[in-house]
């Protein structure tokens, strides 16, 4: 089965730059999104098919996707964006939906 | 404005039955696949179905395979999840989740229910 492989936390200081990677085997063949939850709450939308934006998202989130490796990246962070974050493809070869395990983002 | 709300939850033994519905407004509910996502207390997000917008198109997790039946009632605007057979691995809060697109596959979950809490204990 295929596998996406976060890595379990990231930090940052407020203002400066987050880079949360999502690996998986020639995962940039696949659509990426990425999802943000904050305790509590349920999980948010924040990146589709690699690169696009929902209405309602920031511009400091952004998205990549190349070789074997998805990048979302959070610039100018805030506060407010500390939460887990979740990479998620689909799997054609056993029609199933992958989530990655997560990565839990502090702002210092 | 779109609107999940799931139901159902609560406390099973293992071994028993359990059937969440989760309700949806505010979109046209046959345009859209729907999928049922869950997650253990203090873990990650777990993908367990979903099914197409016009409900002859369902795929599993392998961990539920067999044991949950996904179905939807178009005319009701609702999304059932049948739980059978229940292990205390299936403890989690479960969340009705609405698809990008009517198919299942590449595309995401654009809105999220605020889940409801199964817990399978003796």
């Known amino acids: 089965s295929y596998v996406l492989t976060q890595p379990p936390s990231v930090s940052v200081a407020p203002e400066k730059t987050a880079r949360i990677t999502c690996g998986g085997n020639?995962?940039?063949?696949?659509?990426v999104h990425w999802y943000q939850q904050k305790p509590g709450q349920a999980p948010v939308l924040v990146i589709y098919?690699?690169?696009d934006r929902p209405s309602g998202i920031p511009e400091r989130f952004s998205g990549s996707n190349s070789g074997n490796t998805a990048t979302l990246t959070i610039s100018r962070v805030e506060a407010g964006d500390e939460a887990d974050y979740y990479c998620?493809?689909?799997?054609?070869?056993?029609?199933?939906?992958?989530f990655g395990g997560g990565t839990k983002l502090t702002v210092l | 404005e779109v609107q999940l709300l799931e139901s159902g939850g609560g406390l099973v033994q293992p071994g028993g039955s359990l059937r969440l519905s989760c309700a949806a407004s505010?979109?046209?509910?046959?345009?859209?696949?729907m999928s049922w996502v869950r997650q253990a207390p203090g873990k990650g997000l777990e993908w367990v179905s979903v099914?197409?917008?016009?409900?002859?198109?369902?795929y599993y997790a392998d961990s539920v395979k067999g044991r949950f039946t996904i179905s939807r009632d178009n005319s009701k605007n609702t999304l059932d999840l049948q739980m059978n057979s229940l292990r205390a691995e299936d403890t989690a809060v479960y969340y009705c989740?609405?698809?990008?697109?009517?198919?299942?596959?590449?595309?995401?979950?654009?809105?999220w229910g605020q889940g409801t809490l199964v817990t399978v204990s003796s």
């Open positions: 098919y690699d690169r």
């Open positions: 989740a609405k698809d990008e697109l009517t198919a299942p596959g590449t595309n995401p979950v654009d809105y």
């Open positions: 099914i197409s917008g016009s409900g002859d198109t369902t």
């Open positions: 505010g979109f046209t509910f046959s345009s859209y696949a």
């Open positions: 998620q493809v689909w799997d054609s070869s056993t029609d199933h939906v992958v």
């Open positions: 020639n995962i940039g063949s696949k659509s």
